[in-house]
Protein backbone atom coordinates (compact mmCIF):
# COMPACT_ATOMS: atom_id res chain seq x y z
CA UNK A 1 0.00 0.00 0.00
CA UNK A 2 1.54 3.57 -1.48
CA UNK A 3 0.64 6.51 1.12
CA UNK A 4 -1.21 8.98 0.25
CA UNK A 5 -0.05 12.41 -0.92
CA UNK A 6 -0.95 15.57 -2.63
CA UNK A 7 0.75 14.89 -6.04
CA UNK A 8 -1.14 17.99 -7.92
CA UNK A 9 0.00 20.24 -5.39
CA UNK A 10 3.10 19.22 -5.61
CA UNK A 11 3.83 20.12 -9.41
CA UNK A 12 4.83 23.64 -8.81
CA UNK A 13 7.58 22.94 -5.99
CA UNK A 14 11.57 22.68 -7.14
CA UNK A 15 12.84 18.84 -5.92
CA UNK A 16 14.00 17.41 -4.18
CA UNK A 17 11.64 18.79 -1.04
CA UNK A 18 10.56 17.54 2.30
CA UNK A 19 6.69 16.88 2.98
CA UNK A 20 5.47 16.46 6.47
CA UNK A 21 2.05 15.86 6.94
CA UNK A 22 0.85 17.75 9.45
CA UNK A 23 -1.88 15.45 10.40
CA UNK A 24 -0.16 12.66 11.38
CA UNK A 25 2.28 14.50 12.91
CA UNK A 26 -0.61 15.94 15.37
CA UNK A 27 -1.85 12.20 15.98
CA UNK A 28 1.31 10.95 17.28
CA UNK A 29 2.34 13.81 19.39
CA UNK A 30 -1.72 13.34 20.64
CA UNK A 31 -0.82 9.27 21.23
CA UNK A 32 2.98 10.25 23.11
CA UNK A 33 1.74 12.85 25.22
CA UNK A 34 -1.86 11.08 25.95
CA UNK A 35 -0.05 7.43 26.23
CA UNK A 36 2.51 9.13 29.02
CA UNK A 37 -0.30 11.37 30.76
CA UNK A 38 -1.48 7.26 32.18
CA UNK A 39 1.34 7.93 34.92
CA UNK A 40 2.38 10.46 37.29
CA UNK A 41 5.06 12.47 36.50
CA UNK A 42 5.88 11.32 33.24
CA UNK A 43 7.61 14.50 31.01
CA UNK A 44 8.68 14.11 27.13
CA UNK A 45 11.40 16.27 25.74
CA UNK A 46 11.32 16.32 22.26
CA UNK A 47 14.87 15.33 20.62
CA UNK A 48 15.44 18.83 18.13
CA UNK A 49 18.01 16.54 16.39
CA UNK A 50 15.51 14.44 14.97
CA UNK A 51 13.61 17.10 12.95
CA UNK A 52 14.04 21.43 13.66
CA UNK A 53 11.36 22.68 11.25
CA UNK A 54 10.02 25.62 12.70
CA UNK A 55 6.64 24.55 12.27
CA UNK A 56 7.52 20.89 13.55
CA UNK A 57 8.96 22.63 16.46
CA UNK A 58 5.75 24.95 16.56
CA UNK A 59 3.81 21.83 16.44
CA UNK A 60 5.50 19.91 19.53
CA UNK A 61 5.02 23.41 21.44
CA UNK A 62 1.59 23.18 21.11
CA UNK A 63 1.58 19.95 22.21
CA UNK A 64 3.41 20.32 26.08
CA UNK A 65 6.10 18.64 25.13
CA UNK A 66 9.60 20.11 26.45
CA UNK A 67 13.17 19.54 24.13
CA UNK A 68 16.00 17.94 24.63
CA UNK A 69 19.02 20.12 23.25
CA UNK A 70 21.88 19.30 21.65
CA UNK A 71 23.89 22.39 20.64
CA UNK A 72 23.07 26.56 21.23
CA UNK A 73 21.66 26.55 17.69
CA UNK A 74 19.33 23.57 19.00
CA UNK A 75 18.44 25.69 22.17
CA UNK A 76 17.75 28.92 19.83
CA UNK A 77 15.61 26.99 17.67
CA UNK A 78 13.39 25.39 20.75
CA UNK A 79 13.30 28.87 22.39
CA UNK A 80 12.00 30.42 18.99
CA UNK A 81 9.47 28.08 18.93
CA UNK A 82 8.09 29.54 21.85
CA UNK A 83 8.93 26.10 24.29
CA UNK A 84 9.86 27.26 28.07
CA UNK A 85 12.94 27.40 28.77
CA UNK A 86 12.02 25.57 32.13
CA UNK A 87 11.28 22.36 29.90
CA UNK A 88 14.70 22.43 28.01
CA UNK A 89 17.27 20.41 28.84
CA UNK A 90 20.84 20.06 27.73
CA UNK A 91 23.22 17.53 26.76
CA UNK A 92 25.79 16.60 24.67
CA UNK A 93 29.54 15.58 24.63
CA UNK A 94 31.13 18.64 24.01
CA UNK A 95 29.42 22.16 25.31
CA UNK A 96 31.19 24.93 24.04
CA UNK A 97 31.23 27.67 26.57
CA UNK A 98 29.29 30.48 24.32
CA UNK A 99 26.52 27.04 24.28
CA UNK A 100 26.56 26.85 28.59
CA UNK A 101 26.46 30.47 28.17
CA UNK A 102 22.74 30.86 26.54
CA UNK A 103 21.63 28.31 28.64
CA UNK A 104 22.71 29.66 32.08
CA UNK A 105 21.09 33.15 30.23
CA UNK A 106 17.88 31.50 29.50
CA UNK A 107 17.78 29.53 32.91
CA UNK A 108 17.24 26.19 31.26
CA UNK A 109 15.79 23.21 32.98
CA UNK A 110 19.19 21.62 33.43
CA UNK A 111 22.01 20.33 31.81
CA UNK A 112 22.83 17.00 31.07
CA UNK A 113 26.85 16.57 31.98
CA UNK A 114 29.34 14.24 30.63
CA UNK A 115 32.48 14.79 32.29
CA UNK A 116 34.40 16.36 35.21
CA UNK A 117 35.88 18.57 33.48
CA UNK A 118 32.78 19.82 31.95
CA UNK A 119 31.08 19.72 35.29
CA UNK A 120 34.09 22.41 36.41
CA UNK A 121 33.43 24.91 33.03
CA UNK A 122 29.52 24.80 33.91
CA UNK A 123 30.32 25.40 37.48
CA UNK A 124 32.59 28.21 36.84
CA UNK A 125 30.43 29.90 34.39
CA UNK A 126 27.94 29.80 36.34
CA UNK A 127 29.48 31.43 39.77
CA UNK A 128 30.47 34.14 37.03
CA UNK A 129 27.05 34.96 36.49
CA UNK A 130 26.18 34.53 40.14
CA UNK A 131 24.04 31.48 39.40
CA UNK A 132 23.28 27.73 40.43
CA UNK A 133 23.12 25.57 37.25
CA UNK A 134 21.15 22.30 37.65
CA UNK A 135 22.51 19.34 36.28
CA UNK A 136 22.30 15.60 35.99
CA UNK A 137 24.85 13.14 35.11
CA UNK A 138 24.30 10.88 31.93
CA UNK A 139 25.74 7.61 33.08
CA UNK A 140 26.72 5.16 30.65
CA UNK A 141 24.74 2.45 31.71
CA UNK A 142 26.79 -0.20 29.42
CA UNK A 143 23.51 -1.94 28.52
CA UNK A 144 23.79 -3.06 24.52
CA UNK A 145 20.90 -1.94 22.67
CA UNK A 146 19.51 -4.32 19.53
CA UNK A 147 20.45 -1.50 16.52
CA UNK A 148 22.78 -0.44 14.00
CA UNK A 149 26.16 0.01 15.64
CA UNK A 150 26.44 3.84 14.52
CA UNK A 151 23.46 4.84 17.13
CA UNK A 152 24.59 2.97 19.62
CA UNK A 153 25.40 4.93 22.33
CA UNK A 154 25.31 2.76 26.15
CA UNK A 155 28.02 0.82 25.15
CA UNK A 156 31.43 1.10 27.68
CA UNK A 157 33.22 1.55 24.17
CA UNK A 158 31.35 4.48 23.54
CA UNK A 159 32.76 8.12 23.52
CA UNK A 160 29.08 9.37 25.55
CA UNK A 161 28.36 9.41 29.43
CA UNK A 162 30.51 8.56 32.48
CA UNK A 163 31.33 5.06 33.80
CA UNK A 164 28.94 3.72 36.40
CA UNK A 165 32.10 3.17 37.99
CA UNK A 166 32.53 6.51 38.38
CA UNK A 167 29.02 7.60 39.91
CA UNK A 168 30.34 8.50 43.65
CA UNK A 169 33.56 10.47 42.27
CA UNK A 170 31.41 13.15 40.11
CA UNK A 171 28.65 13.08 42.71
CA UNK A 172 31.28 13.84 45.11
CA UNK A 173 32.63 16.70 42.98
CA UNK A 174 29.05 18.33 42.41
CA UNK A 175 28.28 18.04 45.75
CA UNK A 176 31.54 20.14 46.28
CA UNK A 177 31.27 22.96 43.49
CA UNK A 178 28.23 25.58 44.90
CA UNK A 179 27.69 26.73 41.37
CA UNK A 180 25.42 23.53 40.19
CA UNK A 181 22.95 21.37 41.79
CA UNK A 182 22.72 18.09 41.69
CA UNK A 183 19.33 16.77 40.70
CA UNK A 184 19.39 13.69 38.93
CA UNK A 185 20.31 11.02 36.39
CA UNK A 186 20.07 10.91 32.71
CA UNK A 187 20.94 7.77 30.58
CA UNK A 188 20.32 6.96 26.77
CA UNK A 189 21.15 3.26 25.42
CA UNK A 190 20.50 4.23 21.23
CA UNK A 191 18.06 4.74 18.97
CA UNK A 192 15.93 2.74 16.34
CA UNK A 193 15.27 -0.07 19.36
CA UNK A 194 12.28 -2.35 18.51
CA UNK A 195 12.73 -4.86 21.18
CA UNK A 196 11.28 -3.13 24.87
CA UNK A 197 13.19 -5.67 26.63
CA UNK A 198 16.42 -3.76 25.86
CA UNK A 199 14.31 -0.52 28.00
CA UNK A 200 13.85 -3.09 30.24
CA UNK A 201 17.08 -3.93 30.87
CA UNK A 202 18.27 -0.21 31.12
CA UNK A 203 15.47 0.36 34.07
CA UNK A 204 17.23 -2.89 36.08
CA UNK A 205 20.45 -0.69 35.59
CA UNK A 206 19.06 2.36 36.84
CA UNK A 207 17.35 -0.13 40.09
CA UNK A 208 20.89 -0.87 40.97
CA UNK A 209 22.48 2.80 40.67
CA UNK A 210 19.77 4.11 42.57
CA UNK A 211 20.02 1.93 45.16
CA UNK A 212 23.57 2.69 45.31
CA UNK A 213 22.75 6.50 45.78
CA UNK A 214 20.08 5.31 48.71
CA UNK A 215 22.60 3.81 50.75
CA UNK A 216 24.27 6.71 50.68
CA UNK A 217 21.06 8.77 51.79
CA UNK A 218 21.00 10.66 48.33
CA UNK A 219 17.76 10.70 46.63
CA UNK A 220 17.39 12.74 43.20
CA UNK A 221 14.26 14.28 42.27
CA UNK A 222 15.14 13.34 38.10
CA UNK A 223 15.54 10.25 36.53
CA UNK A 224 15.98 10.83 32.26
CA UNK A 225 16.25 7.65 30.29
CA UNK A 226 16.59 9.47 26.56
CA UNK A 227 14.83 8.33 23.68
CA UNK A 228 15.21 5.54 21.56
CA UNK A 229 11.77 4.10 20.91
CA UNK A 230 12.12 2.78 17.01
CA UNK A 231 9.61 3.05 13.50
CA UNK A 232 8.46 0.90 11.44
CA UNK A 233 10.73 1.26 8.06
CA UNK A 234 9.34 -1.51 6.39
CA UNK A 235 5.50 -0.63 6.59
CA UNK A 236 5.27 3.36 7.16
CA UNK A 237 1.16 3.05 7.15
CA UNK A 238 0.93 -0.15 9.13
CA UNK A 239 1.62 1.36 12.18
CA UNK A 240 2.30 4.91 11.46
CA UNK A 241 2.03 5.39 15.48
CA UNK A 242 4.82 4.17 16.93
CA UNK A 243 3.57 1.84 19.91
CA UNK A 244 3.91 4.51 23.18
CA UNK A 245 1.61 2.54 25.42
CA UNK A 246 4.43 -0.33 25.77
CA UNK A 247 7.13 1.66 25.93
CA UNK A 248 5.83 3.81 28.81
CA UNK A 249 4.34 0.70 29.93
CA UNK A 250 7.54 -0.76 29.79
CA UNK A 251 9.37 1.91 32.11
CA UNK A 252 6.45 2.09 34.59
CA UNK A 253 6.77 -1.72 35.38
CA UNK A 254 10.16 -2.14 35.76
CA UNK A 255 11.84 0.81 36.83
CA UNK A 256 11.63 1.71 40.37
CA UNK A 257 10.92 4.75 40.74
CA UNK A 258 11.14 6.55 44.52
CA UNK A 259 7.17 8.67 45.38
CA UNK A 260 8.58 12.36 44.53
CA UNK A 261 10.81 11.43 41.12
CA UNK A 262 9.75 12.57 38.03
CA UNK A 263 10.78 10.54 35.13
CA UNK A 264 11.67 12.10 31.94
CA UNK A 265 11.81 11.11 28.22
CA UNK A 266 13.81 11.99 24.70
CA UNK A 267 11.71 10.81 21.69
CA UNK A 268 13.21 11.93 18.55
CA UNK A 269 12.32 9.70 15.64
CA UNK A 270 9.12 8.20 17.36
CA UNK A 271 7.56 11.80 16.78
CA UNK A 272 8.61 12.64 13.66
CA UNK A 273 9.70 9.93 11.48
CA UNK A 274 6.64 8.77 9.69
CA UNK A 275 5.57 12.12 9.49
CA UNK A 276 7.80 12.73 6.69
CA UNK A 277 8.91 11.76 3.09
CA UNK A 278 11.82 13.22 0.95
CA UNK A 279 10.17 13.98 -2.62
CA UNK A 280 11.98 13.71 -5.91
CA UNK A 281 11.53 13.58 -9.02
CA UNK A 282 12.94 11.11 -11.81
CA UNK A 283 15.91 12.66 -13.87
CA UNK A 284 16.80 9.05 -15.79
CA UNK A 285 15.55 5.59 -16.29
CA UNK A 286 19.17 4.03 -17.55
CA UNK A 287 19.83 0.44 -18.38
CA UNK A 288 22.42 -1.06 -16.93
CA UNK A 289 24.21 -4.60 -18.17
CA UNK A 290 21.93 -6.31 -15.91
CA UNK A 291 19.05 -4.16 -14.51
CA UNK A 292 17.58 -0.83 -14.77
CA UNK A 293 18.44 2.52 -12.31
CA UNK A 294 15.89 5.01 -11.37
CA UNK A 295 17.70 8.10 -11.22
CA UNK A 296 16.01 10.45 -9.02
CA UNK A 297 17.32 14.23 -8.57
CA UNK A 298 17.86 13.71 -4.57
CA UNK A 299 20.83 12.12 -3.40
CA UNK A 300 22.72 11.30 -0.09
CA UNK A 301 23.37 14.88 0.50
CA UNK A 302 19.26 15.19 1.04
CA UNK A 303 18.88 11.66 3.07
CA UNK A 304 21.86 10.38 4.05
CA UNK A 305 20.69 7.40 6.28
CA UNK A 306 20.58 4.65 3.35
CA UNK A 307 24.63 5.61 2.61
CA UNK A 308 25.60 6.21 6.46
CA UNK A 309 23.73 3.39 7.59
CA UNK A 310 22.84 1.68 5.06
CA UNK A 311 19.34 2.07 6.38
CA UNK A 312 15.77 0.98 4.43
CA UNK A 313 13.85 3.98 3.50
CA UNK A 314 10.06 2.57 1.53
CA UNK A 315 10.25 3.74 -1.79
CA UNK A 316 7.37 4.51 -3.98
CA UNK A 317 6.67 6.03 -7.01
CA UNK A 318 4.09 8.25 -6.46
CA UNK A 319 3.03 9.43 -10.06
CA UNK A 320 2.71 5.95 -11.58
CA UNK A 321 -0.05 2.91 -11.59
CA UNK A 322 1.51 0.89 -14.27
CA UNK A 323 2.61 -2.87 -13.04
CA UNK A 324 5.99 -3.33 -11.01
CA UNK A 325 9.31 -3.49 -12.19
CA UNK A 326 12.73 -3.80 -10.63
CA UNK A 327 15.41 -0.70 -9.95
CA UNK A 328 18.28 0.40 -8.01
CA UNK A 329 17.34 3.60 -7.43
CA UNK A 330 19.96 5.94 -7.06
CA UNK A 331 20.94 9.84 -6.60
CA UNK A 332 23.41 12.15 -9.04
CA UNK A 333 26.22 12.79 -6.34
CA UNK A 334 29.48 11.52 -7.55
CA UNK A 335 29.72 8.40 -4.76
CA UNK A 336 29.38 4.90 -5.52
CA UNK A 337 27.59 4.94 -2.01
CA UNK A 338 24.47 7.62 -3.30
CA UNK A 339 22.11 4.83 -3.42
CA UNK A 340 18.60 5.13 -1.75
CA UNK A 341 17.90 1.51 -2.17
CA UNK A 342 18.74 -2.13 -4.73
CA UNK A 343 16.35 -3.82 -6.44
CA UNK A 344 13.59 -2.34 -5.78
CA UNK A 345 10.10 -2.73 -7.21
CA UNK A 346 8.15 0.37 -8.23
CA UNK A 347 5.18 1.11 -10.51
CA UNK A 348 7.00 1.40 -13.92
CA UNK A 349 8.70 4.79 -13.84
CA UNK A 350 9.45 6.67 -16.28
CA UNK A 351 11.62 10.58 -16.17
CA UNK A 352 9.65 13.38 -14.70
CA UNK A 353 7.81 10.86 -11.80
CA UNK A 354 7.45 11.82 -8.43
CA UNK A 355 9.00 9.34 -6.06
CA UNK A 356 8.41 9.44 -2.52
CA UNK A 357 11.36 7.75 0.36
CA UNK A 358 9.12 7.45 3.45
CA UNK A 359 9.62 7.52 7.40
CA UNK A 360 12.39 10.52 6.64
CA UNK A 361 10.82 12.71 8.98
CA UNK A 362 13.39 11.71 11.65
CA UNK A 363 17.13 12.90 10.96
CA UNK A 364 16.11 13.69 7.15
CA UNK A 365 16.50 17.34 6.54
CA UNK A 366 18.04 18.14 9.69
CA UNK A 367 21.37 15.66 8.22
CA UNK A 368 21.40 17.39 4.96
CA UNK A 369 24.64 18.40 3.51
CA UNK A 370 25.67 20.94 0.87
CA UNK A 371 28.37 18.52 -0.67
CA UNK A 372 28.52 19.04 -4.32
CA UNK A 373 27.51 22.31 -3.99
CA UNK A 374 24.25 21.25 -3.85
CA UNK A 375 21.43 23.36 -2.74
CA UNK A 376 19.85 22.05 1.01
CA UNK A 377 16.60 20.79 0.44
CA UNK A 378 13.15 22.66 1.92
CA UNK A 379 10.53 21.83 3.53
CA UNK A 380 6.81 22.20 3.23
CA UNK A 381 4.31 20.95 5.63
CA UNK A 382 0.76 19.71 4.00
CA UNK A 383 -0.50 23.26 5.65
CA UNK A 384 1.78 25.32 3.34
CA UNK A 385 -0.10 23.60 0.66
N1 LIG B 1 18.48 11.64 23.82
C1 LIG B 1 19.79 11.53 23.56
C2 LIG B 1 20.76 11.80 24.62
C3 LIG B 1 20.22 11.13 22.27
O1 LIG B 1 21.51 11.02 22.03
C4 LIG B 1 19.25 10.88 21.26
C5 LIG B 1 19.66 10.49 19.92
C6 LIG B 1 17.90 11.01 21.60
C7 LIG B 1 17.54 11.39 22.88
C8 LIG B 1 16.79 10.76 20.60
O2 LIG B 1 16.77 9.44 20.21
P1 LIG B 1 15.58 8.85 19.29
O3 LIG B 1 14.32 8.85 20.13
O4 LIG B 1 15.43 9.70 18.10
O5 LIG B 1 16.04 7.49 18.98
N2 LIG B 1 21.13 10.01 13.07
C9 LIG B 1 20.76 8.69 13.56
C10 LIG B 1 20.20 8.74 14.95
C11 LIG B 1 21.13 9.37 15.95
C12 LIG B 1 20.51 9.47 17.33
C13 LIG B 1 21.40 10.19 18.25
N3 LIG B 1 20.87 10.39 19.55
C14 LIG B 1 19.78 8.07 12.57
O6 LIG B 1 19.52 8.67 11.54
O7 LIG B 1 19.31 6.96 12.78
Same mark, same amino acid.
Given at each position: ????????????????????????????? %??????????????????? %?????????????????????????????????????? %????????????????????????????????????????????? &???? @??????????????????????????????????????????????????????????????????????????????????????????????????????????????????? !?????????? &????????????? &??????????????????????????????????? !? &?? !??????????????????????????????????????????????????????? @???? !???????????????
Amino acid at each position: MKGTFPVSKFGELRTPFYYYDTELLRNTL %KTACSEAARYERFELHYAV %KANAHPQVLSLIRESGMGADCVSGGEIRAALKAGIPAS %KIVFAGVGKADWEINLGLDHDIFCFNVESIPELEVINQLAADKGK &QASI @MFRLNPNVGAHTHANITTGLAENKFGIAMEDLDKVVDAALGMSNVRFIGLHFHIGSQILDMGDFAALCNRINELQDRLEARQLLVNHINVGGGLGIDYQHPNRQAIPDFKSYFAT !YAKNLRLRPH &QTLHFEPGRAVTA &QCGSLISRVLYVKQGANKQFAILDAGMTDLIRPAL !Y &QA !YHKIENISSDEPMETYDVVGPICESSDVFGKAIDLNRTKRGDLIAIRSAGAYGEV @MASG !YNCRELPKGYTSEDL
